[in-house]
């Protein structure tokens, strides 16, 4: 069940140019999207996120888009540097449970390269 | 900055055997976590631990799976009796809200590979 989809597997762009990384999602009770990024050998690490309650969210050169009606969503950086190179994972969790603890939905990534 | 420690790095181990996977979250961190991804393929959640149980699993993590927090710094996945299919890299993660909100997210662990031979 893929509940959260990145399908496109790869993306290549000019240092200084704006990348654009998008994601879909399936399930409608997702109320939090969070973007990774993962470089080889080693663990995602949490990039920015966003709340359902929101359209947009920046953080420096990053910046997370939110459709909820077409429950997509997208991440872009600006100016990309070569130092992004690396795998994202879009994630996305839904409030449930009586613990909080919750698990997160990824998507099958997308590997950015940047080109100097 | 703090960082989720996971050993070993890489384990070979043969079909049928019993692993365990170690990880040390972050000190202050409440919520627990392994996720597992097989080469190639996404990033899958496998369980989720606080308050010293289970608070959530995927259907992945059947009987052959469990964990346990053996002291107040450890967290570790045990497979009972290892499948082909088991081969894949574990990640673990912690946080200190339930959903990640309030703390931007989990934090993972660098992985252990697991090759089962």
């Known amino acids: 069940d893929q509940q959260v989809k990145q399908n496109s597997p790869s993306l290549s762009v000019q240092e200084g140019r704006i990348s654009i990384l998008n994601c879909d999602y399936t399930?409608?009770?997702?109320?939090?999207f969070l973007w990774y990024k993962k470089y080889p050998a080693e663990g995602p690490t949490f990039l920015i996120s966003?709340?359902?309650?929101?359209d947009k969210n920046e953080d420096g050169r990053f910046t997370v888009f939110l459709n909820k009606s077409a429950k997509h969503l997208s991440l872009h950086i600006v100016p990309s540097q070569p130092g992004d190179s690396a795998v994202y994972f879009c994630?996305?969790?839904?409030?449930?449970?009586?613990?909080?603890?919750?698990?997160?939905?990824f998507g099958t990534g997308t590997r950015l390269t940047v080109i100097p | 900055e703090p960082e989720v420690t996971q050993t070993p790095s890489h384990q070979v181990t043969q079909m049928g055997q019993e692993v365990i996977l170690r990880c040390v979250p972050i000190s202050n961190h409440l919520y627990f976590y392994w996720y597992r991804q097989i080469l190639g393929q996404k990033v899958e959640f496998l369980v989720s631990f606080y308050n010293n149980e289970i608070s959530e699993k995927s259907e992945i993590f059947d009987d052959q799976f469990s964990v346990e927090r053996p002291d107040g710094s450890n967290f570790t996945l045990k497979i009972r009796s290892t499948k082909l299919e088991d081969s894949a890299m574990y990640f673990c993660?912690?946080?200190?809200?339930?959903?990640?909100?309030?703390?931007?997210?989990?934090?993972f662990g660098s992985g252990t590979r697991l090759t089962v031979v």
């Open positions: 994630a996305a969790s839904a409030q449930i449970g009586s613990t909080g603890a919750n698990n997160l939905f």
């Open positions: 993660a912690s946080s200190l809200g339930g959903t990640g909100r309030l703390s931007g997210g989990y934090t």
């Open positions: 966003i709340s359902s309650i929101k």
């Open positions: 399930n409608s009770m997702f109320d939090y």
